[in-house]
């Protein structure tokens, strides 16, 4: 089994920063590519950013320029660095990873997520 584990979520005035962290722990062969996701109420789940296990990273537009992801691969973990918050970032952010974990001498590769942190940007 593999758990997504997120921290970091809160709440932060406009124009503030949070950094977000998500740890996967398990029978973990592999890890491919890692994001994060949001979803506000009333919207669909949306990609924030992504970043390969070469480190190659993808950023939602609306995010360029003040969100940073960034992993380590010795910890199977993900970061989110957010700066310059707005109250459209309010969301909870999860985790996702792509992962091959293993079962005795069984290999399967794998969607994972996160149970969710809440994110929320407000004077």
């Known amino acids: 089994q593999v758990q997504l584990v997120e921290s970091g979520g809160g709440l932060v005035q406009p124009g503030g920063s949070l950094s977000l962290s998500c740890a996967a722990s398990?029978?973990?062969?592999?890890?491919?590519?890692m994001g994060w996701y949001r979803q506000a109420p009333g919207k669909e789940r949306e990609l924030v950013a992504r970043?390969?296990?070469?480190?190659?990273?993808n950023y939602a537009d609306s995010v360029k320029g003040r969100f940073t992801i960034s992993r380590d691969n010795a910890k199977n973990t993900v970061y989110l660095q957010m700066n310059s918050l707005k109250p459209e970032d309010t969301a909870v952010y999860f985790c996702?990873?792509?992962?091959?974990?293993?079962?005795?001498?069984?290999?399967?590769?794998?969607?994972?997520w996160g149970q969710g942190t809440q994110v929320t940007v407000s004077s």
């Open positions: 970043i390969t296990s070469s480190m190659s990273t």
């Open positions: 398990g029978s973990i062969f592999s890890i491919n590519g």
């Open positions: 996702n990873a792509h992962i091959i974990d293993y079962t005795g001498s069984y290999y399967y590769n794998r969607n994972y």
